[in-house]
């Protein structure tokens, strides 16, 4: 599940892929001494033994593709999509630990437009809840986003096009926007380091950030958020995609009922602005360890309420039960999150639909304890 080269991904232990470790008696491969000295000659000795594993990994890939002769236009797009992640994780490395929700919806929506309306209210009411706001950056909805959080709490994430898209006067020139070329990179950021997601009405470009974030949380390759299709009042927009998907999509079994839990509808902002608020009023977070997923939370279950998630959830086990945790090493070991209580299990990983029912019934707990 990640929020990674594709969304916001529950971390975990180890690596899924490491290169192959060298014979001990050789003494260091050449690309160990080059990674040493990037991380070095870079003022990053300190840079700890996961890091270099994966500095020494991203050269063992340069080393596979010049070995190839990888096409110039190919290693164009490699490198250009390499400089754009770097220069948008520099851009909100100092704002990972800030809440944020990202802003999907039409360039082509007007001011005066009531979705316009809509965007910038919510935007304003998360901003002064303490999240900061995401969009593109561009026109319509992404300038409502940007006008209604106001600049200090706006991140911009532009993409250059033929007929360029300038960004909106609400975030240009400011040092929280990032330009980039690719749709791809730009979703990626758009999704990655969001906490919770907001779509309103728009075209291809709209519905295509929509799906893919769906099917992201569809496959758990992006962590457990909130996503609220937000409408205008009396608008219909939700309304008829929700028919098609309930008219066209499920009868034919290419999405299942269970999917409907990974996003709400509404056209009322103050209600958008609380389901994004209270999916985090008890649920924190999750993680991997192992086979084990771990559910992070303010208030834990007490004995009977975890043997009715048990009974009501117990289809979405693998083997064993949902049980109590304390922070397990590799948790200790990172220093993560250690006074939340926890909830471990072996999750039945085609299920993600229900772990989202599962995670709003702990948010339930959250209320009445």
């Not at 902002?269 to 977070?285: C, I, P, T």
């Amino acid at each position: 599940m990640t929020r990674a080269a594709e969304g916001r991904q529950p971390s975990t232990t180890g690596s899924a892929s490491q290169p192959p470790v060298d014979d001990e008696d050789a003494g260091p491969s050449t690309l160990e001494v080059l990674a040493s000295r990037l991380v070095d000659e870079s003022g990053s000795g300190s840079a700890s033994a996961a890091q270099r594993r994966l500095y020494r990994s991203m050269l063992a890939t340069v080393a596979g593709m010049a070995a190839e002769g990888t096409d110039v236009i190919d290693l164009k797009l490699a490198d250009a999509a390499l400089a754009e992640m770097d220069a948008a994780f520099r851009i909100f490395r100092p704002y990972r630990r800030a809440k944020k929700v990202t802003i999907f919806g039409s360039a082509r929506t007007e001011p005066d437009h009531p979705a316009y309306f809509q965007a910038r209210d919510l935007a304003r009411s998360m901003a002064a809840a303490g999240w900061m706001v995401v969009t593109g950056a561009g026109p319509g909805i992404m300038a409502a986003g940007m006008e209604g959080a106001g600049r200090d709490q706006a991140i911009g994430v532009n993409i250059r096009l033929p007929l360029e898209q300038a960004a909106n006067r609400f975030i240009t020139q400011d040092p929280k926007l990032v330009e980039m070329r690719y749709f791809f990179t730009r979703k990626l950021m758009l999704i990655k380091e969001s906490d919770g997601y907001v779509v309103l009405p728009g075209g291809f470009g709209t519905l295509d950030e929509g799906f893919e974030l769906l099917t992201l949380l569809q496959t758990g390759r992006t962590e457990p958020a909130p996503v609220v299709m937000l409408d205008i009042p009396g608008g219909g927009y939700w309304d008829g995609w929700s028919r098609f998907l309930a008219e066209q999509v499920e009868p034919r079994c290419l999405v299942s009922a269970d999917d409907r839990a990974f996003f709400q509808i509404t056209d009322d902002v103050a209600v958008a602005g609380q389901l994004l608020r209270d999916f985090y009023r008890n649920y924190r977070s999750c993680r991997w360890v192992g086979d084990l997923l771990i559910l992070r939370m303010a208030v834990a279950p007490g004995n009977a309420q975890l043997a009715d998630l048990n009974h009501r959830f117990g289809d979405i086990v693998a083997s064993g039960v949902i049980r109590h945790s304390k922070p397990l090493p590799p948790e200790r070991s990172d220093n993560d999150h250690l006074d939340l209580a926890r909830l471990a299990f072996r999750f039945d990983k085609v299920h993600y639909g229900r772990l989202r029912m599962l995670i709003d019934a702990l948010n339930e707990i959250g209320e009445t304890s």
